[in-house]
């Protein structure tokens, strides 16, 4: 045991003489990620990230310490959009030595098996020339974590081992890496009833009997005590039924107040649906502009199973019931709700207002619009499409949540072009009146693409 302690010191003193700073490079900050999303970064490094506010996260890919190589790899990342991409230094420095476990060996092109990893308990990585370390600790000092070798080992690790490494190069692990969102307490989004008023009797249940509000199992951690245990197993994660209140709709009128949409006209709304719908693989005909039979399908199933389009009909079953018929559209409520995540706060709340009171009369109008307002309605969507597109390209969140603003936003013309060509206008009239609809019902929110 002595030698084995001499070892370590020794190891540790010669770490500290070659000690150099490491690198990092900062992708940017996303909302709503997780490192999958990142898969094509997987060849530059591990990727992690780091937590912040309101579904933040602030994304990094390896550990290097070569900072020319840092520095290339930002200078790359920015020419493929990620314009914050930017290099970091890891003082090393200013960190200290800490003991844990080597549990194995990963490249960075491998999927990493984290739900085997997480037995052994808190984990972290050392990533260092495409290479990831998967490590567990900290134990206090080196003969602690030889008490939990053993154990670790009968989990399957044959080849864990004792180590001593500076805490600057250990990145820790969590949900965003690996993926497993651990159990979540539901909430109730329906508006149900107070619960009764529990009788005397009820209120006696004895505590043995009462299963609610049962704290999830804690997962097996090591290194806080003196004797190795055998970890408890993971709790299975609790499963949820996340189907959005808003029920399917296909493309053929269902609810009142909808217009049937008309398969026999040609247009460029419907083209453009298509394209997206081949693009996501819901769609396999030809791209001809006639909303038909396939493209009725296609839709339907990307409405039911697109999951950026799921997440946008949750949300918008959030929102309170509009008073304006057209806001309760399916359609323009899912796109309502991207426009509002695009906004993130930042709409144009006088404009909004003008923009309600003139909805109603808009939505009924039975004449076209004049040639200036026509112009002008044509050259806000020019404007906000070639805005929309600079922005989808800046991090693969915004291309996930562009791929449902393009869905809601073409169907939401087709059946206002259908709307606006049942009340007798042409096909080009009833075109340039929906584009000016949607200006009124999302300008506002996106004002700064303007």
Same mark, same amino acid.
């Given at each position: 045991?002595?030698?084995?302690?001499? =070892?370590?010191?020794?190891?540790?003193?010669?770490?500290?003489?070659?000690?150099?700073?490491?690198?990092? *490079?900062?992708?940017?900050?996303?909302?709503?990620?997780?490192?999958?999303?990142?898969?094509?970064?997987?060849?530059?490094?591990?990727?992690?990230?780091?937590?912040?506010?309101?579904?933040?996260?602030?994304?990094?890919?390896?550990?290097?310490? %070569?900072?020319?190589?840092?520095?290339?790899?930002?200078?790359?990342?920015?020419?493929?959009?990620?314009?914050?991409?930017?290099?970091?230094?890891?003082?090393?420095?200013?960190? /200290?030595?800490?003991? *844990?476990? /080597?549990?194995? =060996?990963? $490249?960075?092109?491998?999927?990493?098996?984290?739900?085997?990893?997480?037995?052994?308990?808190?984990?972290?990585?050392? #990533?260092?020339?495409?290479?990831?370390?998967?490590?567990?600790?900290? !134990?206090?000092?080196?003969?602690?974590?030889?008490?939990?070798?053993?154990?670790?080992?009968?989990?399957? !690790?044959?080849? &864990?081992?004792?180590?001593?490494?500076? +805490?600057?190069?250990?990145?820790?692990?969590?949900?965003?890496?690996?993926?497993?969102?651990?159990?979540?307490?539901?909430? +109730?989004?329906?508006?149900?009833?107070?619960?009764?008023?529990?009788?005397?009797?009820?209120?006696?249940?004895?505590?043995?009997?009462?299963?609610?509000?049962?704290?999830?199992?804690?997962? &097996?951690?090591?290194?806080?005590?003196?004797?190795?245990? #055998?970890?408890?197993?993971?709790?299975?994660?609790?499963?949820?039924?996340?189907?959005?209140?808003?029920?399917?709709?296909? &493309?053929?009128?269902?609810?009142?107040?909808?217009?049937?949409?008309?398969?026999?006209?040609?247009?460029?709304?419907?083209?453009?649906?298509?394209?997206? =719908?081949?693009?996501?693989?819901?769609?396999?005909?030809?791209?001809?502009?006639?909303?038909?039979?396939?493209?009725?399908?296609?839709?339907?199933?990307?409405? %039911?199973?697109?999951?950026?389009?799921?997440?946008?009909?949750?949300? $918008? $079953?959030?929102?309170? *019931?509009?008073? %304006?018929?057209?806001?309760?559209?399916?359609?323009?409520?899912?796109?309502?709700?991207?426009?509002?995540?695009?906004?993130?706060?930042?709409?144009?709340?006088?404009?909004?207002?003008?923009?309600?009171?003139?909805?109603?009369?808009?939505?009924?109008?039975?004449?076209?619009?004049?040639?200036?307002?026509?112009?002008?309605?044509?050259?806000?969507?020019?404007?906000?499409?070639? +805005? =929309?597109?600079?922005?989808?390209?800046?991090?693969?969140?915004?291309?996930?949540?562009?791929?449902?603003?393009?869905?809601?936003?073409?169907?939401?013309? *087709?059946?206002?072009?259908?709307?606006?060509?049942?009340?007798?206008? #042409?096909?080009?009239?009833?075109?340039?009146?929906?584009? &000016?609809?949607?200006?009124?019902?999302?300008?506002?929110?996106?004002?700064?693409?303007?």
């Amino acid at each position: 045991m002595q030698r084995f302690i001499l =070892l370590l010191l020794l190891c540790s003193f010669v770490t500290g003489l070659s000690a150099q700073d490491l690198f990092t *490079v900062r992708v940017g900050i996303f909302r709503d990620v997780k490192a999958s999303d990142f898969n094509n970064l997987k060849s530059l490094g591990f990727v992690y990230g780091t937590p912040g506010q309101d579904n933040t996260t602030e994304v990094f890919v390896g550990h290097y310490n %070569d900072q020319a190589k840092a520095t290339s790899i930002a200078g790359n990342l920015v020419q493929q959009g990620f314009r914050n991409a930017q290099a970091f230094t890891l003082p090393t420095n200013t960190g /200290q030595q800490v003991t *844990v476990i /080597q549990l194995g =060996l990963h $490249s960075g092109e491998r999927a990493i098996d984290w739900a085997g990893f997480e037995r052994a308990g808190q984990l972290y990585v050392e #990533s260092a020339n495409g290479l990831s370390k998967i490590v567990t600790g900290i !134990y206090p000092d080196g003969p602690t974590a030889l008490k939990f070798l053993s154990t670790i080992r009968e989990l399957g !690790y044959q080849d &864990a081992f004792v180590k001593r490494i500076n +805490n600057v190069r250990l990145i820790p692990v969590s949900t965003f890496e690996t993926g497993i969102k651990k159990p979540l307490i539901p909430i +109730n989004l329906q508006n149900t009833p107070p619960a009764a008023t529990p009788t005397p009797a009820a209120q006696q249940t004895s505590p043995a009997a009462n299963t609610d509000n049962v704290p999830a199992a804690t997962p &097996a951690t090591y290194g806080s005590t003196a004797e190795a245990r #055998s970890p408890a197993p993971a709790a299975a994660p609790a499963t949820y039924n996340t189907t959005p209140a808003t029920p399917s709709l296909p &493309a053929a009128a269902t609810a009142a107040g909808l217009p049937a949409i008309d398969g026999k006209t040609k247009r460029h709304s419907a083209a453009e649906l298509q394209r997206l =719908l081949k693009e996501k693989g819901y769609y396999e005909a030809s791209i001809d502009g006639f909303y038909g039979p396939g493209t009725t399908a296609a839709y339907r199933r990307a409405w %039911d199973e697109m999951p950026e389009v799921r997440k946008y009909r949750l949300l $918008s $079953s959030l929102n309170d *019931v509009s008073t %304006d018929a057209v806001g309760n559209w399916p359609e323009i409520t899912v796109l309502v709700a991207v426009a509002q995540d695009i906004a993130a706060g930042t709409a144009n709340t006088s404009r909004e207002q003008q923009m309600e009171q003139l909805r109603a009369t808009l939505f009924n109008s039975r004449t076209a619009l004049t040639p200036a307002a026509a112009t002008r309605a044509r050259a806000w969507a020019t404007t906000l499409w070639a +805005n =929309l597109e600079d922005w989808a390209t800046e991090d693969p969140m915004h291309a996930k949540i562009f791929g449902a603003f393009r869905m809601g936003y073409h169907q939401s013309q *087709v059946r206002l072009e259908d709307r606006y060509m049942d009340a007798g206008m #042409s096909a080009t009239d009833a075109r340039d009146t929906a584009t &000016a609809m949607l200006q009124n019902l999302i300008g506002a929110q996106l004002d700064r693409f303007l």
